[in-house]
């Protein structure tokens, strides 16, 4: 399937929702809240910020193997993998670098110290209750990495009565999955406990290129590259009373990788989260919260059976926030955030730990057809000092299915451990944080639970880090300019449920030696489409997504193909309880690439058993 063929598919089925369901149509996802936007729960109906929220349902019907390949195409998104399941994955949102975008997991900020990347390849999806993806800079609320915007993870929640779970399931390579949970709602507490195993021999990782290209993974092994996850994930909580509330959760995933290298060729993973809140609720009027966590990222590192090292950082957390409803639709938040960051490795930092101190606040209001939302945050760095950013949104109802949207913000991005402090003299402690500024406009139309939205962006960043050849270190000396516009939209029509997005990036660099050139391993256009359908106990499916082609490198002298991707999906439910579900990716068993000189699977299967009681 080619780029245009999709996209045309993706304009139609934007279009049609003008024409498909009358104003009498149920509108409950209207009433569905999101928290990750504004830091407080929001109605859908009331944002502002373009998000997109993947619920449970939306990921079990997906049948996606990885984290990865749920958000591959979405509206904003790039996805760039090296070699398969479980291999190093960046996610680009916007244009920006995949540091720029914030990853929290049930509100704990997550990503390496060191290379300030998160590893979204070992999150475990059939962990996961919903994601929630917020486009644009969120600076104001959260600080740090968020200039492309911030995805947030949560992990399975469970509001029932007591109730188990179990998946299991095989498909090409010599994979094979394995899944079970219990949880539910006992008096005012509640509890969950899932379990997660995942193995797959693989693909060979990489194609290899060594001297005189020097790409690649710079070595030829031609092997099957495998990847074996465990996974757990606790959580549970208990109302005391009508105002006290107490919860906490923890997942831990310990994964080992095999890839291609010269240097390192397996690394054996920690990923782990936990945290924990109180909140007090006195009156319908106000709230206050008090949470804390920590993010742990590890990797021991070998070549073969050979221990070359390893990095263990931590990310320890706490806010305290209140809200206070300071008259009807008038919401105000403030609070302080405390961040610590720390790095263990074999090798000698500099340094080893950082704390950054902020305050913030925002004021939500609604004034009929008119919503204003604008937000505020100051920093303090042990190692930057002071940095404030903002953000002033407005929504405006021009009729009561048209919706116009206009913001404008800042955000940063301060430098990892590995540009700062990277031992053998290749780190900088001197480097400035990233900055960003950025406009955006949108429309949106909307009737009933049909829907289209298109928004416009510009963003400008300074002071980009990258390797300078004149002093062979990391230094302040790019500049960037992200613009593009993201078409979304839903529709239910003949019965099948079609969900699209289009999204055109152009991210170009602005720096003096590198003007004009594209910023390396960001598709200029990407496409998702997917439909589904229910025939009686049947439900059939189809996902199909495209990316443009994209440069591997900072000069644009090594070009990567676009491609096309179509999933066919179907389930059939043995019973009330039990259903089966099997799929078959990459259907046309088209050859091609996220990352030069990294193999990605041609045509694969996967058959899936799913049990859950009835409700």
């Known amino acids: 399937m080619s780029f245009r063929l999709l996209t045309l598919a993706v304009a139609c089925a934007v279009a049609l929702p003008v024409y498909a369901q009358s104003a009498s149509d149920s509108a409950t996802d209207l009433d569905e809240v999101v928290v990750t936007a504004n830091r407080a729960p929001v109605p859908v109906r009331d944002l502002i910020a373009p998000v997109e929220v993947i619920d ?141 195993w995942t193995r797959s021999e693989g693909i060979d990782a990489c194609r290899g290129a060594g001297f005189p290209i020097f790409a690649g993974c710079f070595t030829t092994e031609p092997d099957r590259d495998g990847y074996e996850r465990e996974s757990l994930s606790l959580r549970g909580g208990v109302e005391l009373n009508e105002a006290w509330t107490v919860q906490a959760h923890a997942l831990r995933a310990e994964a080992d990788n095999e890839y291609d290298g010269s240097f390192v060729n397996r690394s054996e993973i920690v990923q782990q989260v936990v945290g924990g809140s109180v909140g007090w609720t006195p009156s319908e009027t106000a709230s206050i919260t008090l949470s804390a966590g920590r993010n742990r990222d590890a990797s ?86 002071e940095h404030t950013s903002g953000n002033l949104a407005v929504g405006f109802d021009v009729t009561t299915t048209w919706r116009l949207t206009a913001s404008v913000g800042n955000a940063f991005r301060a430098p990892s451990f590995n540009d700062l402090y990277y031992p053998f003299g290749f780190g900088n402690p001197d480097l400035e944080p990233e900055r960003s500024r950025t406009v955006e406009a949108g429309v949106a139309w909307r009737r009933g639970t049909t829907g289209i939205r298109l928004d416009l962006y510009r963003t400008s960043v300074d002071d980009l880090v990258a390797f300078d050849f004149d002093t062979f270190l990391p230094q302040n000396v790019q500049t960037a300019r992200l613009r593009g516009a993201e078409l979304t939209g839903n529709v239910e029509i003949v019965g099948w449920n079609a969900n699209a997005s289009l999204s055109i990036v152009d991210a170009e660099n602005r720096s003096a030696d590198l003007y004009g050139l594209e910023l390396p391993r960001r598709a200029s256009q990407s496409a998702r489409v997917e439909l589904d359908r229910d025939f009686g106990d049947v439900h059939l ?62 045509r694969t299967w996967f058959l899936t058993f799913r049990y859950a009681p009835a409700r």
């Not at 104001?140 to 009565?161: C, P």
């Not at 059976?305 to 919401?331: M, P, S």
């Not at 960051?341 to 730990?353: H, K, P």
């Not at 209001?365 to 042990?382: C, H, K, P, V």
Request: no cysteine; net charge negative.
């Open 541 to 602: 499916g189809v996902t199909a997504v495209a990316e443009g082609g994209r440069y591997d490198d900072l000069l644009n002298t090594r070009r990567v193909a676009g491609y096309g991707l179509l999933d066919l999906r179907a389930e059939y439910a043995l019973s009330a309880d039990w259903r089966v579900q099997a799929r078959v990716a990459n259907v046309f068993d088209r050859d091609y690439e996220t990352v030069a000189f990294y193999n990605q699977p041609g």
């Open 300 to 385: 021991d590192n070998l070549l073969g059976a050979l221990d070359v090292g390893y990095f263990d950082t931590d990310r320890d957390i706490a806010t305290l926030q209140g809200n206070l409803v300071v008259g009807q639709g008038q919401l105000l938040s403030a609070g302080f955030d405390w961040l610590r960051d720390r790095v263990d490795s074999d090798l000698e930092f500099a340094r080893t730990e950082r704390v950054n101190r902020a305050v913030f606040a925002q004021y939500l209001g609604d004034f009929g057809r008119i919503d204003l939302q604008a937000s505020a945050r100051s920093d303090d760095n042990d190692q930057f000092g």
């Open 56 to 196: 449970r349902d939306a990921i079990v019907h997906s049948q996606a193997r990885s984290l990865p390949e749920l958000l591959r195409g979405r509206a904003g998104i790039t996805v760039a993998n090296q070699g398969g399941p479980g291999k190093l994955t960046s996610v680009f949102l916007r244009g920006a670098e995949s540091d720029h975008v914030l990853v929290l997991v049930d509100g704990v900020r997550i990503g390496s110290v060191t290379s300030g990347q998160a590893g979204f390849q070992d999150l475990p999806l059939e962990l996961i209750e919903r994601v929630e993806i917020v486009r644009g800079p969120r600076s104001s609320l959260y600080g740090s990495e968020a200039i492309g915007g911030v995805i947030q993870i949560f992990t399975r929640r469970d509001t029932g009565g007591v109730a188990p779970r179990l998946a299991f399931g095989a498909g090409s390579h010599d994979s094979y999955e394995a899944s079970a949970g219990v949880g539910g709602r006992v008096g005012r507490g509640w509890f969950g406990a899932d379990y997660g």
